[in-house]
C-alpha cells in the first residue's frame, strides 16, 4: 500500500563517506526497505566489494554471479544483474562481488572511466523497470568507484556517525563532491545528512548532533538512527532490521528516515 510520495522522477541517492563503518550499507539497505515497503520501487546498486549491501538484502553474490562488475565492464546490464531482494518484491539489488575488488585499478585504462555507471542507468531497459529509487552504496575511499556513483546520482546521502572525529574527513569528501558538480555532473548535491549510532548516553552523541546540525542545517534528517543491538544483527541473517524485528527501534528509526527522505524529496521538487 502506497501511503509515500511516489517521486516524478527516479531519484539516484549515492551513500558515500570515505570512512569505514560509519553506516553507509546499513543506512543504504534499511531505507531501501522502508521504501520498498511502502510499496515504491527501489533498486540498490552494491558498489563495494565488500559485498555487505548485498547481503543484508539476501542477493547471491558469489564470485561469477552477474554484478555490478560485469555492469561496469560493459559485459552486462544493470537490468540483467538485478536480482530480487527477499526482503521485499519491490526491492532489487545488483550485488557486488570479489570481483570488484580489481576494479579501481581495471577501470583506470576504460574509455569513460568516469561514467561507465550512469551510462548502465541510462538505458532504456533500466527505464522500463520503473524504478522510483536507486540507492548506490560506495566503497569507503574515494577512488573510481566513488567517483562512478557520484557521477550517476542526483543526491548524495552521507551518513555521519554520532562519534570522535565524526566530521573529520568530511572536508575532504565535500571538496571531491564539489569537483564532480563542477567537471562531471553539474547537478549533484548534498540532499540528505543522516546521523547514525546515536547513544543517548554519551555527551558526546548530542555534541555531534549539535555540531552537525549546526554546519548542515536542515540537510540533516530529523530522525536520528539510534545504535542499536537489532540493527548489527540483522545482516547476519541476510535481513534488514525492518524484517528481523520490525517493532525494534531501530527498525521505526530506518522507517521514519525513509519517510522523511520521500517527504522532503516531492517538497523540494514541487518548490
Ligand atoms: P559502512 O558501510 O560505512 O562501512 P556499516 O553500515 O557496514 O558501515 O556499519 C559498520 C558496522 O556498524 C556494521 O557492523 C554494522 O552492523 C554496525 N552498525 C551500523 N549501524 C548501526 C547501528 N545503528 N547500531 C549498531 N550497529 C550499527
Ligand atoms: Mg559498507
Sequence with gaps: ???LPRPQNRRIMTVANQKGGVGKTTSTVNLAAGLAIHGLKVLVIDLDPQGNASTALGVEHRAGTPSIYEVLLGETSIADAAAQSTQSANLWCVPATIDLAGSEIELVTMVAREGRLKEALNSEAVNELGYDYVF?????????LTVNALVAAHEVLIPIQCEYY???????LLRNIELVQSHLNPALWVST???TMYDGRTKLADQVTAEVRD???DLALRTVIPRSV???EAPGFGQTVLTYDPGSRGSMSYLDAAREIAERGVERTSA
Design 1 to 3: 500500500e502506497l501511503d
Design 136 to 144: 548506490v552504496d560506495c566503497p569507503p575511499s574515494l577512488g573510481l
Design 166 to 172: 565524526a566530521l573529520e574527513g568530511l572536508g575532504q
Design 193 to 195: 545528512i543522516l546521523l
Design 215 to 217: 554546519h548542515f542545517g
Design 230 to 232: 537489532k540493527i548489527s
